[in-house]
């Protein structure tokens, strides 16, 4: 990709977002269009993670990283804090990769 292809969508993603507040025009949404909005965020971060553990280039990969990933999961759920779900994720991948 080159820099004139960045500049450009850039600066179509700032375009965008600043067109935002004119389509609206100070009229608000309905409740369960912001609540589905506010799940937007959680959905790609979700999908990120989810592509980064088992992408392989053409192929899925399931090693070591997708039980990490459910214990992290597993954690989230029960609240845990954050460096106690990143640590216990990594030392779970890290001893599946030991036994391995």
Known sequence: MSWTALLLLAAAAWAMKAAGPLVLGGRTLRPDVEAALGLVPVAL???LILVQTVDGGERLVLDARV???GVAALLVWRR???LVVVL???ATAATLRAIA
């Open 67 to 69: 039980p990490a990933l």
């Open 45 to 47: 971060l979700g999908a």
């Open 88 to 90: 216990v994720a990594a």
């Open 80 to 82: 845990a804090p954050f």
